[in-house]
Nanobody, 114 residues
Framework: VQLQASGGGSVQAGGSLRLSCAASGDIVIINYMSWHRQAPGKQRELVAR???????KYGDSVKGRFTISRDNAKNTMYLQMNSLKLEDTAVYYCALSERGVGYWGQGTQVTVSS
């Protein structure tokens, strides 16, 4: 299974970005899809997670600002990021669990400036 993340870039504080993550390969059933991020000098943290049934979970720092969604038919996940803050600057990674096996995509850089 391969994951391709896209949509990162530079934006001013208060702006928005939309990340996408497309999964391909030997996919039978995807349990969870998730976004994580890692800022310089910090541990990787969960941003948001969505189950196959659409149940969502968000990290406390992004609640109310970020929205995770997925298109099961396309094996694609999205992260709509609004009201971006300087502290949202990080490399964002997508991940998924497929038949109990975890996979990670390459990161996409999100930079928020003042």
């Amino acid at each position: 299974v391969q994951l391709q993340a896209s949509g990162g870039g530079s934006v001013q504080a208060g702006g928005s970005l939309r990340l996408s993550c497309a999964a391909s390969g030997d996919i039978v059933i995807i349990n969870y899809m998730s976004w994580h991020r890692q800022a310089p000098g910090k541990q990787r943290e969960l941003v948001a997670r969505i189950s196959s049934g659409g149940e969502t979970k968000y990290g406390d720092s992004v609640k109310g600002r970020f929205t995770i969604s997925r298109d099961n038919a396309k094996n694609t996940m999205y992260l709509q990021m609004n009201s971006l803050k300087l502290e949202d600057t990080a490399v964002y990674y997508c991940a998924l669990s497929e038949r109990g096996v975890g996979y990670w995509g390459q990161g996409t850089q999100v930079t928020v400036s003042s």
